[in-house]
């Protein structure tokens, strides 16, 4: 068997829900450079696709998850990955999604989110400004919930936590590779999803996203600044429907070392100056 981390999980794709999924698709397309690749009658009605990065969107509720798509290296890391999380006592479902190949599976976390491992579909090279699909953030109750199911169960590693003058856990971030973090969670009075970023490579790329967005009369709503854990550089914007997007940059690459614990403080979250506390 294999944990997520042998396996080398990445974020491949997401699946959002939206009052209003063709406005959304047409704001993804035009700012977020993402070509609509198929449309169809079905669940997942609306695929974006740009370079290294994916969204399904459907009608539903605003700022709600239908399903987060983690991609394995190979068939190896995929079988491997679906024994571990049955020994480890987790429901398995067959799931079908465009982006992913046959004999993908989905489980199902603490909090009712749906999370899918396959293995990416063939699909055509893809030009456009470099900004890979790169990790979820979710919303929480309870970080030791999902910190257990997704570390506990799936074999996430964790990279760093938060932890407030009480000895709280108020964030967990966890990685599925190399990477700091492809996945983390904040504590908050809600279950959902915080925000979703994009990895820009370097600190020009970001240069060159803020010029769009500025092209296009979107805002900054925070940054750019430098997180602590994972050390990236970061811009957020908001969506129509009020999902938060992060462009990130130069995320720490983690082989092997202890669990950093970091104080639940405004610096933890920007080391360059002011923080949107969620937790």
């Not at 997520?4 to 406005?23: F, N, W």
């Not at 856990?169 to 983390?184: Q, Y």
């Not at 430098?226 to 462009?247: A, K, Q, S, T, Y």
Request: hydrophobic share 40%; glycine share 10%; proline share 6%.
């Amino acid at each position: 068997m294999l944990s997520a981390v042998q396996a080398g999980a990445y974020l491949h794709h997401l699946h959002l829900t939206s009052p209003d999924p063709e406005k959304l698709a047409a704001f993804y397309a035009d700012l977020m450079d993402m070509a609509p690749v198929s449309s169809a009658d079905s669940a997942e009605s609306i695929v974006l696709a740009g370079p290294g990065r994916r969204l399904l969107l459907s009608r539903g509720p605003a700022k709600a998850l239908g399903h987060a798509g983690f991609a394995l290296r190979d068939r190896a890391g995929l079988d491997g990955l679906r024994v571990h999380a049955r020994q480890n006592g987790l429901d398995l479902a067959p799931f079908a999604t465009p982006p992913f190949g046959p004999d993908a599976f989905a489980v199902t976390d603490p909090d009712g989110n749906r999370i899918a491992f396959g293995l990416a579909a063939p699909e055509p090279a893809r030009t456009g400004l470099r900004g890979p699909l790169q990790h979820l953030t979710l919303a929480t109750r309870s970080v030791q919930a999902i910190e257990g199911f997704y570390a506990g169960k799936l074999g996430f590693a964790v990279s760093d936590r938060v932890v407030d003058a009480g000895g709280r856990v108020t964030t967990c971030f966890m990685r599925g590779n190399h990477e700091h973090h492809n996945l983390a969670c904040f504590l908050q009075d809600r279950a959902g999803i915080d925000h979703h970023s994009y990895e820009a490579g370097e600190w020009d790329t970001i240069r060159d996203w803020a010029d769009r967005f500025a092209a296009r009369g979107v805002t900054l709503m925070w940054g750019p600044g430098r997180h602590g854990p994972g050390n990236n550089l970061f811009i957020f914007i908001e969506d129509p429907d009020g999902n938060w997007i992060e462009v990130s940059a130069e995320l720490e690459v983690i082989h092997d070392r202890p669990v950093k614990e970091w104080p639940h403080a405004e610096r933890t979250l920007n080391l360059w100056g002011r923080a949107i506390m969620r937790a």
